[in-house]
């Protein structure tokens, strides 16, 4: 299962005082056992900049990761990658454009265009899921919305976790 993560789990995985810290656990736990895929979109990353310790334990973390093709969305200035780094034709930033405005409508207000920018990544790579600890994307209704819209689903991290194997720690016994 191929699963992009949002920037904020990327922050809970590596903060042990995050709220989702031990969904994220079970999360890496069940990616490095082969369970399921982790990927990572562009913005994502672009929001990874700032210089203190957490932030940057999680860029590092997001490095492992496989890096979702990103697809063009708002203006130029509004881009995180290069001309080379970009995916798509013409004809696809266009309908990314009309995409994500309708994720806007559909998500509850609050969302920003790097949200946006990231599901659309992980719609048009094929991604299963979508986790994001933001309510305006993952809460049920904007969730539920989403999903019947465009079939990518969004899940919380506690959502994606609770339906994952343990790891022998969690379970009991040894983990890794």
């Not at 994001?132 to 209704?141: H, K, M, N, Y």
């Amino acid at each position: 299962m191929k699963v992009a993560l949002d920037t904020n789990c990327l922050l809970d995985a590596v903060d042990g005082s995050g709220r989702s810290h031990g969904a994220m656990q079970r999360i890496r736990y069940a990616a490095r056992t082969g369970a399921i895929e982790l990927w990572v979109s562009r913005h994502s990353l672009a929001e990874l900049s700032k210089a203190d310790p957490v932030t940057q334990a999680a860029r590092s973390l997001a490095a492992e990761l496989g890096v979702l093709p990103h697809y063009p969305i708002g203006t130029w200035d509004d881009q995180v990658a290069t001309w080379d780094e970009l995916a798509g034709t013409w004809d696809d930033a266009r309908s990314n454009q009309a995409i994500q405005e309708e994720l806007a409508s559909l998500a509850t207000s609050g969302n920003s265009i790097r949200d946006r920018g990231a599901y659309l990544d992980a719609l048009r790579a094929g991604a299963h899921v979508f986790v994001t600890s933001d309510r305006q994307l993952a809460g049920s209704s904007p969730a539920a919305r989403i999903r019947e819209r465009f079939g990518l689903r969004v899940s919380t991290p506690d959502e994606l976790a609770s339906g994952l194997p343990q790891s022998g720690q969690e379970a009991g016994g040894r983990g890794l």
